[in-house]
């Protein structure tokens, strides 16, 4: 399982989604909860870095949890996930900045995700507010987008929440793109003016 964060981890920083230390990720393990560390640079994990702690109860582990393991836990509860990867995608939050809901305009993403809500919380990181919300969404949505902090994504192992939030970023840089060039985009798509309605 080390394995496993340490290559997405990595594959997450060379994406460009976070910073030097920004996101975080978790996997459900029966009653447990793996979840990277407090402060963790997710491009350079070690051993140390991932910490297991229980699903439901603080123990002495959880001080060295991420912050946002209320934001996890929620989301063990409420979904069928059993991986969880948040980033803060730079294309992705300046888009949720702008829009309510990302309707991607690519083929991929209108393929794989359809639509992505966007939320706007006055507390955006490990806040009570954050875990109903971003819980409650993700029971009909894949991934969900923070106004100005970034996505949260779930998957039944950390490659498939790294798949959304990448799909989503190509989305949004592919959005932003558009908006810089400033011409109307052709439609390709058969039924593409459904997509967010979905």
């Known amino acids: 399982m080390y394995e496993e964060f340490r290559a997405i981890g990595r594959d997450i920083l ?8 920004g996101g975080n ?11 990277t560390r407090r402060g963790s640079m997710l491009g350079r994990l070690t051993e140390r870095d991932i910490i297991e702690t229980s ?13 946002e ?13 059993l991986a969880i990867v ?22 991929e993403a209108s393929y794989l995700l359809h639509k992505v809500p966007v939320y706007s919380l006055p507390r955006t990181a490990g806040s009570s507010e954050v875990a109903e919300t971003v819980s409650a969404a993700l029971q009909e949505y894949k991934c969900v987008l923070l106004r100005g902090h970034g996505p949260f994504a779930i998957g039944t192992v950390l490659e498939e929440g790294f798949q959304w939030v990448s799909c989503l970023e190509m989305a949004c840089k592919i959005l932003n793109l558009r908006d ?4 109307e985009c052709k439609e390709y798509r058969e039924h ?5 309605k979905w």
Do not use: C, F, Q
């Not at 810089?180 to 011409?183: H, T």
């Open 14 to 21: 060379l994406s460009g989604l976070i910073s030097s230390h």
């Open 180 to 183: 810089s060039v400033g011409a």
């Open 25 to 35: 990720m978790s996997v459900r393990v029966g009653d447990r909860i793996v979840i």
């Open 192 to 196: 593409g003016g459904e997509y967010g």
């Open 69 to 81: 393991i209320v934001v996890h836990r929620a989301i063990y509860a409420k979904t069928n996930g």
């Open 86 to 107: 948040h980033t803060h995608s730079p294309h992705s939050v300046l888009r949720s900045m702008i829009e309510d809901e990302i309707v991607p305009i690519d083929s």
């Open 55 to 67: 699903l439901e109860h603080d123990d002495s582990e959880v001080a060295l949890a991420s912050t």
